[in-house]
T-cell receptor, first 110, second 113 residues
Framework: DAKTTQPNSMESNEEEPVHLPCNHSTISGTDYIHWYRQLPSQGPEYVIHGLTSNVNNRMASLAIAEDRKSSTLILHRATLRDAAVYYC???????????FGTGTKLQVIP | GAGVSQSPSNKVTEKGKDVELRCDPISGHTALYWYRQSLGQGLEFLIYFQGNSAPDKSGLPSDRFSAERTGGSVSTLTIQRTQQEDSAVYLCASITQGTNGYTFGSGTRLTVV
């Protein structure tokens, strides 16, 4: 399965935008880019996903590079509740083994 | 059910004992996944089921680990002769066609003493 690379940790000030990067240089044409976040003592939860075009939902925005070898999860206004580990994964259609990696631990500073 | 349910939420067991961890996926979800997360680490894939079949068991750490799924619903992860290195949070997730992504349970925290 294709791999993703993320920074181990990032910091953001509260109420400022946060850009969380992810590299996936070996992405295949059928792979969707998914983002999950894991709050302390909870299982991961789905945030957003996309294939080629940028995507927006109530939680975040996803910006996908034109060559699809990288993507950025954008939290428009970080809150303390956004402090979590954010995982970027690749998933094609159907069911298969999916590797989550170690993600980016986001710290939000009041 | 409304979400993925895992039981027990916490389990403390003595080294060498067998344990069973249970996962109740969202009703009707075709696929079910097991992951393991050691303290401060990422998620380690263990196994997934499509229906009752397990196409990929490659993540099971040793032959002490086994899993089954019955009726396309409940799954049980069994660890025999537990070791201290088995201590971790075991997470279960389910998904089906038409859903955006995996729905995870809150996990079972296993401590082997």
């Amino acid at each position: 399965d294709a791999k993703t690379t993320q920074p181990n940790s990032m910091e953001s000030n509260e109420e400022e935008p946060v850009h969380l990067p992810c590299n996936h240089s070996t992405i295949s044409g059928t792979d969707y880019i998914h983002w999950y976040r894991q709050l302390p003592s909870q299982g991961p939860e789905y945030v957003i996903h996309g294939l080629t075009s940028n995507v927006n939902n109530r939680m975040a925005s996803l910006a996908i590079a034109e060559d699809r070898k990288s993507s950025t999860l954008i939290l428009h206004r970080a809150t303390l509740r956004d402090a979590a580990v954010y995982y970027c994964i690749l998933r094609s259609g159907g069911y298969q083994k999916v590797t989550f990696g170690t993600g980016t631990k986001l710290q939000v500073i009041p | 059910g409304a979400g993925v349910s895992q039981s027990p939420s916490n389990k403390v067991t003595e080294k060498g004992k067998d344990v069973e961890l249970r996962c109740d996926p969202i009703s009707g979800h075709t696929a079910l996944y097991w992951y393991r997360q050691s303290l401060g680490q990422g998620l380690e894939f263990l196994i997934y089921f499509q229906g009752n079949s397990a196409p990929d068991k490659s993540g099971l750490p040793s032959d002490r680990f086994s899993a089954e799924r019955t009726g396309g619903s409940v799954s049980t992860l069994t660890i025999q002769r537990t070791q201290q290195e088995d201590s971790a949070v075991y997470l279960c997730a389910s998904i089906t066609q038409g859903t955006n992504g995996y729905t995870f349970g809150s996990g079972t925290r296993l401590t082997v003493v």
